[in-house]
């Protein structure tokens, strides 16, 4: 079982800047996926950008050169999310998700609101 605590959103105005965090806990594969997905009301859950636990990134072109995915693995596996020049479109509910490398799924937090103002 794994638990994902997300922490960080809130509301910014458009060009502003907000840190995302998500702890795991649990039964964790060493080879894991960690990653960020966003999803608005009415819409399908998208990726943002995913990490390997060999440190390969992925991102979604829309924040590609504004946001930046990391993750500290020291104490327990930790993904951050600094999203830089926010627009009001990135506003969504943002969801993190564990997985193993290679499977799909895996464990999802229980999501954080950020909301960018114009």
């Known amino acids: 079982q794994v638990k994902l605590v997300e922490s960080g959103g809130g509301l910014v105005q458009a060009g502003g800047s907000l840190r995302l965090s998500c702890a795991a806990s649990?039964?964790?594969?060493?080879?894991?996926?960690m990653g960020w997905y966003r999803q608005a009301p009415g819409n399908q859950r998208e990726l943002v950008a995913t990490?390997?636990?060999?440190?390969?990134?992925?991102y979604a072109d829309s924040v590609k050169g504004r946001f930046t995915i990391s993750r500290d693995d020291n104490a327990s596996a930790t993904v951050y999310l600094q999203m830089n020049s926010l627009k009001p479109e990135d506003t969504n509910v943002y969801y993190c998700?564990?997985?193993?490398?290679?499977?799909?799924?895996?464990?999802w937090g229980q999501g954080t609101q950020v909301t960018v103002s114009s």
């Open positions: 998700n564990l997985r193993p490398y290679g499977i799909t799924g895996g464990s």
């Open positions: 649990g039964s964790i594969f060493s080879a894991n996926v």
């Open positions: 990490i390997t636990s060999s440190g390969r990134t992925t």
